[in-house]
């Protein structure tokens, strides 16, 4: 099971003014007690490379990527949900926690910070120093699953196994989580990111047309199934002819575009199995009941949920807003103060 740290009455932690920041490597999302969720932008900062100064930091940057002139250098500073880039993290998270308190009577709020479960001591280092850095009195951290589950509505306080399932933009959390802790979980260091990439791939492959990050992003969403996709359906690719060099556009079906899935869901399902595997038979049983539950921006792909059932024959659920489940999650351990000191990493 994973390591809490055990508290002493001496070590309570006050909540009066806390924020939960869902620190993911494609967005960030800030959720304030009793305001809710006050930020949601993409993780990216944009910096002028010649001033080293920032030009742009969360929406206004992502609007960027692949129309910058070369003197404006975008940057992602989170990879596979840990921090790759220290001092631009420190600057992102100031600029959102600046932002998320603005208008409130907040000084050096206390942050909750949503880390993967794989994460080492020295990236736990990172994210509680560039946290405090950014402005935060002091960092605690939290599991992503347990967070997202706890965003789910699962009974994750119960002696009861609970499986789910976090999907976002750098990893893939699969956990079992009972008493409020992961009895058995893998991280995976692929998600939408990876999904994307296989897309532009695939695209590149397929038709000699090279695409931008935002183009793989937007087939994601409208056009991606990861099982059983509609035989007629198709969207029209516009990028870049490889042969000539000029703008090009073409269709392109939806059952191509989940072939070039088949390979990094192939890796997720293989976590899946790799953690049931592991499962102790009493929470095995308690999963085949209740099922499976899926969180994380990317478990909005289509059929993703059809897709993990017929490989895992468990029942699979979508949580009903997948990709706020880990703020949701830290805000509503706000209000059970047992529970945050339980689900607080050490």
């Known amino acids: 099971m994973e390591k809490y740290k055990k508290k002493t009455p001496s070590s309570r932690i006050h909540i009066n003014k806390a924020i939960g920041i869902d620190l993911g490597t494609a967005n960030v999302l800030v959720f304030i007690r009793g305001k809710g969720i006050i930020v949601n932008e993409p993780a990216v900062v944009a910096f002028n490379a010649q001033t080293n100064q920032i030009f742009a930091v969360g929406n206004d940057a992502y609007e960027m990527i692949g129309r910058a002139p070369k003197n404006i250098v975008i940057v992602r500073p989170l990879k596979s949900g840990v921090v790759a880039d220290y001092d631009t993290t420190k600057i992102m998270l100031k600029y959102f926690i600046n932002k998320s308190l603005k208008g409130l009577n907040f000084i050096k709020p ?202 895992s024959n468990i029942p699979v659920h979508i949580a009903e807003d997948p990709l706020t489940c880990v703020v949701n999650g830290i805000g509503k351990a706000f209000e059970d103060e047992q529970l945050l000191q339980k689900i607080t990493l050490s």
């Open 110 to 311: 206390k942050a909750f910070i949503s880390v993967p479960m794989g994460i080492t001591d020295v990236e736990k280092r990172s994210v509680r120093e560039a946290t405090k850095q950014a402005g935060a009195q002091e960092a605690y951290l939290i599991s992503e699953p347990v967070a997202a589950a706890i965003g789910a509505d699962l009974p994750v306080n119960e002696p009861r196994g609970n499986m789910v399932i976090n999907i976002g933009g750098g990893t893939s959390e699969v956990a079992v989580i009972s008493l409020g802790g992961v009895v058995v979980g893998k991280s995976i260091r692929l998600g939408g990111d990876a999904l994307n990439e296989a897309i532009s791939r695939g695209i590149k492959r397929i038709t000699n047309i090279e695409i931008g990050e935002q183009t793989a992003e937007k087939i994601k969403i409208e056009l991606a199934y990861a099982i059983d996709p509609p035989p007629d359906e198709a969207f029209l690719v516009k990028g870049r002819n490889l042969a000539t060099g000029l703008p090009s556009a073409i269709e392109i079906k939806a059952k191509e575009i989940t072939e070039v899935l088949s390979e990094p869901l192939y890796t997720i399902i293989e976590g899946i199995h790799a953690t049931l595997e592991k499962t102790p038979p009493e929470l095995a049983a308690d999963i085949m009941k209740s099922g499976i539950t899926i969180t994380g921006g990317s478990g909005l792909l289509k059929n993703i949920d059809i897709a993990i059932s017929t490989a």
